[in-house]
């Protein structure tokens, strides 16, 4: 079993940054992958940034791509979701989640969510 408990949420203005920290706990929690996915208002959940705990590698959706930067702390289990550049579209619930996967499809693991808002 793993256990993800997300902070870092918000409300901030456009073009703000914020920090999104997710830290991950269980015997086999380096064993996922781990990252992020949102739910704006009225719509779907979607993939935002994924990283390997092995190697480091890398995964974003294009919509937050030079904007978005995620990282993990291995001593700690916790990865790091900087956000910079914010946008009103950037608002949601944002759910860290642990898969499988190194892209983060289909996880396994979820986390409670943490709201960010973005005000224009």
């Known amino acids: 079993q793993v256990q993800l408990v997300e902070s870092g949420g918000g409300l901030v203005e456009a073009g703000d940054s914020l920090r999104l920290s997710c830290a991950g706990s269980g015997r086999h929690v380096k064993s996922y992958a781990m990252g992020w996915y949102r739910q704006p208002p009225g719509k779907q959940r979607e993939f935002v940034a994924a990283?390997?705990?092995?190697?480091?590698?890398?995964y974003y959706a294009d919509s937050v791509k030079g904007r978005f930067t995620i990282s993990r702390d291995v001593v700690n289990n916790t990865v790091y979701l900087q956000m910079n550049s914010l946008k009103p579209e950037d608002t949601a619930v944002y759910y860290c989640?642990?898969?499988?996967?190194?892209?983060?499809?289909?996880?396994?693991?979820w986390g409670q969510g943490t709201q960010v808002t973005v005000s224009s």
């Open positions: 990283v390997r705990w092995t190697g480091g590698s890398t």
């Open positions: 989640a642990a898969a499988a996967s190194p892209d983060l499809r289909n996880p396994r693991y």
